[in-house]
């Protein structure tokens, strides 16, 4: 009896294993899974430094589908939100219990699209002008999965200098 239970819990692992995350995209996007560390190059270790600091990761960070207590970088392993919106993606606009429990068990995909990565850079950019970092900036790089091209993690550089102060 036990040997049939290990193969039954090997079954079922593996056929959850197999759902795909990515299977229902729109055309041209792709999954946003989160961001990896910053990288911040010339740090300023002022007081206004800190607070700047503090408005541009507020800025950057954009919590991913499952994400660990709303971090942008920490993610819990099983994605069953994304697992049930790519089972029950048929039910999304029609009545009876497959719309419930799309409703209550699906999570909606977080695309690229919708973090725009350009923007958040841009307004980082302002943000570290408007404390005098005039010849800050911060740039976006997109780092594809290796086993699936339709998942990427952003990786910000901030670049801060010496900041332009008025005494």
């Known amino acids: 009896m036990k040997r049939e239970s290990i193969i039954l819990y090997v079954i079922a692992f593996i056929s959850l294993a197999s759902c795909s995350t990515t299977g229902h995209l729109p055309k ?3 999954l946003y899974t989160g961001q990896k560390k910053m990288i911040i190059q010339e740090p300023s270790d002022t007081k206004i430094g800190s607070m700047c600091m503090e ?5 950057l960070a954009k919590a991913p589908n499952n994400s ?3 971090s942008s970088t920490m993610r819990f392993p099983v994605p069953t939100g994304l697992w049930m919106y790519n089972l029950l993606y048929k039910y999304e606009n029609k009545n009876g219990f497959g719309h419930w429990l799309f409703e209550h068990l699906a999570a909606t995909p977080v695309l690229l699209t919708s973090v725009n990565p350009p923007v958040r850079t841009k307004i980082a950019t302002n943000i570290l002008h408007d404390y005098g970092y005039f010849r800050g900036s911060v740039k ?3 780092i594809y999965n290796k086993s699936n091209e339709k998942k990427v993690k952003v990786q910000y ?5 010496n900041p332009a102060i008025v005494d």
């Open 28 to 30: 041209g996007d792709v």
């Open 55 to 59: 408005e541009v990761n507020a800025v």
């Open 140 to 142: 976006a790089d997109l």
């Open 157 to 161: 550089t901030i670049r801060m200098g």
């Open 68 to 70: 660990f207590l709303g």
